[in-house]
């Protein structure tokens, strides 16, 4: 089974066996099989969120097709037990439909419910860590069916409990809860507030915070569309760095040195003390452009530089090759390492 089409890339070679489970017992028995039977093994979903090798995988592929949403209802909050192979956006699409917020910020995401825990994903001010109460997974060390509340789940910055201990744990089922109501929660986000017409801290209906949302994914070619070759694509490729107080003042510094006294570094607090500052910003003032790279084969998008971009011919040694050439651009410019967002298979991103 070739794992291409399997993947928002579009890249990658065959897995040596694919399994397609659909139901929670069904991938508990073929992870568990897999294990005993000492395979290498790939769980996969959407597909939306990896990068695999040219050479493929060469143990079992267990693909979640999982599907199913459980309603309670809980006063003015409604919980939803949500089973990990669902299309995400078409959760949320089904949230602002329902009038339930706290995930419309998070609109035309690719890929399915049980990756969003493991990444923490997030955008536009908003993040799943805000509404998961709990996680199902099966954990491959004691063979067994785990519930994680959040807590547990140990959420940061596009990562949690379950990136820290890569492979360990199956994702079987997400729990949320969403407030009830037409509109959204506040809104954080000040690109999104400027489309909007709101002021940040606002709230707007929540069709109208989704239909902004998508447009200005769009826009930047981070909406899954056969008619765009800047969705081909695995979303934003590097994580936005997260500096200490000093590592910052440091890098401010380099930036005047390279771009003059007037250069403004984003810059954006987190609650631990630390500052996040923007992946595209130093890309962009690295003197990578949109477009950078080969049109026949791999290159950063027209619409966006975070995102790097199969243009219908490329490899997946490719694609590294144009992360490693940015990554050390940046480096170069700025002293600041970047690092891959999505999950690399039958290959690992270089060490320094």
């Given at each position: 089974?070739?794992l291409?089409?399997?993947?928002?890339?579009?890249l990658?070679?065959?897995a040596?066996r694919?399994?397609?489970a659909?139901?929670e017992?069904?991938?508990?028995?073929?992870?568990?099989?897999?294990d005993?039977?000492?395979?290498?093994l790939?769980?996969?979903?959407?597909g939306?969120n990896?990068?695999?090798?040219?050479a493929g995988?060469?143990?079992?592929?267990?693909?979640?097709?999982?599907a199913g949403?459980?309603?309670?209802?809980?006063g003015?909050?409604?919980?939803?037990?949500?089973?990990?192979g669902?299309?995400?956006?078409?959760?949320v699409?089904?949230?602002v439909?329902?009038r339930?917020a706290?995930?419309?910020?998070?609109?035309?995401?690719?890929?399915s419910?049980g990756?969003?825990?493991?990444?923490?994903v997030g955008?536009y001010?908003?993040d799943?860590?805000?509404?998961?109460?709990?996680v199902?997974?099966?954990?491959?060390?004691a063979?067994?069916?785990?519930?994680?509340d959040r807590?547990?789940?140990?959420?940061?910055?596009?990562?949690s409990?379950?990136k820290?201990?890569?492979?360990?744990?199956?994702?079987?089922?997400?729990?949320?809860?969403?407030?009830?109501?037409?509109?959204?929660?506040?809104?954080?986000?000040?690109?999104?507030?400027?489309r909007?017409?709101v002021?940040?801290g606002?709230?707007?209906?929540l069709?109208?915070v989704?239909?902004?949302?998508?447009?200005?994914?769009?826009?930047?070619?981070?909406?899954?569309d056969p008619?765009?070759?800047d969705?081909?694509?695995?979303g934003?490729?590097?994580?936005?760095?997260?500096?200490t107080q000093?590592e910052f003042?440091?890098?401010?510094?380099?930036?005047?040195?390279?771009?003059?006294?007037?250069?403004r570094?984003?810059?954006f607090?987190?609650?631990?003390?630390?500052?996040?500052t923007?992946?595209?910003?130093?890309?962009e003032?690295a003197g990578?452009?949109?477009?950078?790279?080969?049109?026949?084969?791999?290159a950063?998008?027209?619409k966006?530089?975070l995102?790097?971009?199969?243009?219908?011919?490329?490899?997946?040694v490719q694609?590294?090759?144009l992360?490693r050439?940015?990554?050390?651009?940046?480096?170069?410019?700025f002293?600041?390492?970047?690092g891959p967002?999505?999950?690399?298979?039958?290959?690992?991103?270089?060490?320094?």
């Open positions: 089974m070739d291409a089409p399997r993947t928002t890339l579009r990658g070679g065959p040596a694919f399994l397609e659909r139901t017992a069904e991938v508990v028995a073929a992870v568990a099989n897999a005993a039977a000492g395979e290498e790939l769980v996969l979903a959407g939306s990896v990068v695999v090798a040219d995988f060469p143990g079992v592929v267990v693909a979640i097709a999982t949403v459980e309603r309670t209802e809980e003015e909050r409604v919980a939803l037990t949500v089973q990990a669902e299309d995400w956006d078409a959760f699409a089904r949230t439909a329902d339930l706290g995930v419309e910020c998070l609109s035309g995401i690719p890929g419910v990756a969003t825990p493991i990444q923490n955008a001010g908003q799943v860590a805000e509404t998961i109460v709990g199902r997974v099966y954990d491959r060390r063979r067994e069916v785990v519930e994680f807590a547990a789940c140990a959420f940061s910055y596009r990562s409990a379950f820290r201990e890569p492979g360990r744990w199956v994702v079987l089922a997400v729990a949320f809860t969403l407030e009830r109501g037409a509109d959204s929660k506040p809104l954080r986000y000040v690109e999104l507030t400027r909007l017409g002021g940040v606002d709230r707007a209906p069709a109208d989704r239909d902004a949302v998508l447009a200005l994914r769009r826009a930047k070619g981070m909406v899954l008619d765009d070759p969705s081909v694509s695995a934003s490729f590097f994580t936005n760095p997260i500096l000093q003042g440091v890098l401010e510094r380099r930036v005047r040195e390279r771009l003059g006294p007037d250069a570094l984003p810059r607090p987190e609650v631990d003390g630390r500052v996040k923007s992946a595209a910003w130093l890309i003032h990578f452009t949109k477009g950078h790279g080969d049109p026949a084969t791999v950063i998008s027209s966006h530089t995102a790097l971009t199969n243009r219908g011919a490329g490899t997946t694609l590294v090759a992360a050439e940015v990554a050390a651009g940046v480096e170069e410019a002293g600041v390492r970047l967002e999505p999950v690399f298979v039958g290959h690992s991103w270089p060490a320094h």
